[in-house]
């Protein structure tokens, strides 16, 4: 069974500080992995990952994937309130039949 | 716009009265897909489909049921609800399963 596990569950950090989030998995024929933010509605995407060691940037988000060790990272600089959501990862994988599976998320708040 | 379309956005309902959530889509995507959201759980995956006429069971499709008839629409039935149902429902598209997913707005349904 894929599975798709996120740390830590919540964090609380003041504006400004640096976050890393985590994602590992463990999926039948890995194909992409993808992260999302969700504020109080429908989940937004923020990066596509499918190859080792390339770093996605926007802003100050950034992530990058070690298909090697099947983990993925979620940096964001300079935190402010707006950041504050939950950052749900998710696996696409491709073994016959392509699904997703997402992981519980991380709930980030930030204190201003 | 670009965009998927969900309804409706709240239900309450009793147990055992069918229900159809609709969705649609307006950018020809091949990827369909419905999910619920619950507290500690995450999102999961109910049902997907690769495309028309060609759906599968995702990681809780129990007490569900899909049907893809045209490329833009992707309803989800609930023959007989129960209150284990209640949940929030996202239903998302994409133009192949790894790229990025759009999502509606969400289905709150409660299930009495």
């Known amino acids: 069974e894929d599975k798709v596990v996120q740390s830590p569950l919540s964090l609380v950090v003041h504006e400004g500080d640096t976050v890393t989030l985590n994602c590992s998995y463990e999926?039948?024929?890995?194909?992409?992995l993808l992260w999302y933010k969700q504020e109080k509605k429908a989940p937004t995407f923020l990066f596509m990952l499918t190859s080792s060691g390339i770093e996605k940037k926007s802003g100050r988000l950034s992530s990058i994937l070690d298909k090697k060790e099947l983990f993925s990272i979620l940096n964001i600089t300079a935190t402010q309130t707006g950041d504050s959501a939950i950052y749900l990862c998710?696996?696409?994988?491709?073994?016959?039949?392509?699904?997703?599976?997402f992981g519980t998320g991380t709930r980030l708040t930030i204190i201003p | 716009e670009a965009q998927v379309t969900q309804n409706p956005r709240y239900l309450i309902t009793v147990t055992g009265k069918k229900l159809t959530v609709t969705c649609s889509q307006n950018?020809?995507?091949?990827?369909m897909s419905w999910y619920r959201q619950d507290p500690g759980l995450g999102l999961r995956q109910i049902y997907y489909?690769?495309?028309?006429?060609?759906?599968d069971k995702g990681d809780v499709p129990e007490g569900y049921k899909v049907s893809r008839k045209e490329k833009r629409n992707f309803p989800l039935i609930l023959e007989s609800p129960s209150p284990n149902q209640t949940s929030l429902y996202f239903c998302a598209s994409s133009l192949k399963v790894y790229n990025e997913q759009f999502f509606g707005p969400g289905t709150r349904l409660t299930v009495l």
């Open positions: 998710a696996v696409v994988s491709n073994f016959g039949n392509e699904k997703l599976t």
């Open positions: 999926v039948t024929n890995f194909r992409s």
């Open positions: 489909s690769m495309n028309v006429e060609v759906t």
């Open positions: 950018m020809n995507h091949e990827y």
